[in-house]
């Protein structure tokens, strides 16, 4: 994918899920990073490990919460200038799986540094009619000087989303 752009203009508009995480020499296993809810896949669009203390044979990771890996393992035995390693995945980003959280593996233990992403959460699925119902508004709504309408109108046994004009909800 193409670098450049605007990343902060997703993040924005679907929600930013950036975050930093620190690792200690004591960090040895698997970190979930970011949760996303269902419907929703996670768009990485930047990757930082920056390896303050280098150790042997240790590795940096990112995945899916399936087990599908994002980045490649990368070495973190020794600590060249600058002790960085910089992925761009491009402003739009990289979607990992559907409801996927992106997660960190260390193997080896050891190095000290941080690890930080950029990301946003984007709807990658429709939801079913009852689910949607669920997350309907109760009553009457102004959109706009408008009123929004979620219920049966006077059609008996039918339900109708519909606008009203200010001043005739309900007659």
């Not at 929600?15 to 929703?40: D, E, I, Q, W, Y």
């Not at 559907?98 to 959460?121: D, F, K, P, R």
Request: proline share 8%.
């Amino acid at each position: 994918m193409a670098a450049g752009g605007d990343y902060s203009r997703n993040q924005r508009i679907y929600g930013n899920m950036s975050g930093a995480l620190p690792v200690t020499a004591l960090l040895s296993g698997t970190f979930t990073l970011t949760v996303v809810k269902v419907h929703r896949s996670l768009m990485l669009q930047k990757v930082h490990f920056v390896v303050a203390s280098p150790q042997a044979g240790a590795t940096w990771q990112l995945i899916d919460s399936t087990g599908v890996p994002i980045t490649p393992a990368v070495s973190v035995a020794a600590a060249l200038p600058p002790p960085l390693a910089d992925i761009d995945l491009g402003a739009e980003g990289y979607p990992l799986t559907e409801a996927a959280s992106l997660q960190l593996v260390i193997t080896g233990g050891g190095a000290i540094g941080a690890v930080t992403w950029e990301a946003y959460s984007k709807q990658t699925s429709t939801m079913a009619m009852s689910e949607a119902s669920t997350i309907a508004p109760a009553g009457p709504t102004s959109v706009r000087g408008h009123e929004f309408v979620v219920g049966p109108d006077s059609n008996p046994g039918s339900a109708n989303v519909g606008f009203t004009t200010p001043g005739t909800l309900g007659g």
